[in-house]
């Protein structure tokens, strides 16, 4: 599962977990690989995963809950409002509503008002396992290239073939840094021929390499002056 998260593979993976939550999700992700884990209280969500995901786990029964309590609507007004994509796990079987006082109906309404009204993707997970392969997945497709930049900005030429492991190293290298991704890598080193040149490149000489935007730089930047 560590080998998911390229991102992660030489800098470690920030997770911020709120300190309400239980234990049994913090030893999953303790054996997954690079991260660092860390434990808080969240002002909004239950998982902050550096700065590109924020997710609100809840369990069947806790969910419920807080539909009575009021809570669940604040919490996702706070999810929306938020400039962190976010989304919600609900975590458990379908048996799990039986012991509830909602009705199907009921439910369904809720679920489609968090969805349409606050647009709040709502993920469904059997365990907490699941809640943590789900969670890792997510961040992964958020850090990733986008497929519109793949679409514009296509791979350039392969380089020689007895270039092939030198440049791989180097691609794996640049892609484990957050937003970059394979694509981005690659087109960094056809401008800037090496990693030197990459590391060496100023904010205005990065942001002329297709593909990447101010906020990738300045992250870029900032993990290489720390």
Request: charged letters at 30%; a positive charge; aromatic letters at 10%.
């Amino acid at each position: 599962m560590s080998r998911l998260l390229k991102s992660s593979y030489y800098f470690p993976l920030l997770i911020t977990i709120d300190d309400r939550e239980p234990p049994a999700l913090e030893e999953v992700f303790s054996k997954m690989g690079n991260m660092i884990i860390h434990r808080q209280r969240l002002s909004a969500g239950d998982y902050h995963f550096d700065r590109d995901l924020l997710v609100e786990r809840k369990t069947i029964p806790d969910f419920c809950t807080s539909i009575k309590d009021g809570r669940l609507f604040q919490q996702a007004k706070k999810l929306a409002m938020g400039k962190v994509p976010a989304c919600i796990i609900l975590e458990g079987r379908k048996r799990d509503f039986k012991e509830t006082d909602f009705s199907p109906q009921a439910i369904q309404g809720i679920l489609l008002s968090l969805s349409l009204s606050f647009r709040i993707p709502i993920l469904r997970t059997k365990n907490y396992q699941e809640s943590a392969a789900v969670m890792l997945q997510c961040f992964k497709q958020l850090t990733k290239d986008k497929l519109e930049e793949q679409r514009f900005y296509p791979r350039p030429i392969p380089f020689k073939r007895k270039r092939q492991v030198l440049l791989k190293q180097r691609i794996h290298i640049l892609e484990s840094f957050p937003g970059i991704g394979v694509d981005r890598a690659e087109r960094l080193l056809m401008k800037f021929g090496n990693l030197y040149g990459v590391f060496m490149a100023g904010n205005e000489e990065l942001l002329k390499v297709p593909g990447l935007g101010k906020k990738t730089v300045e992250r870029f930047m900032e993990i290489l002056k720390k």
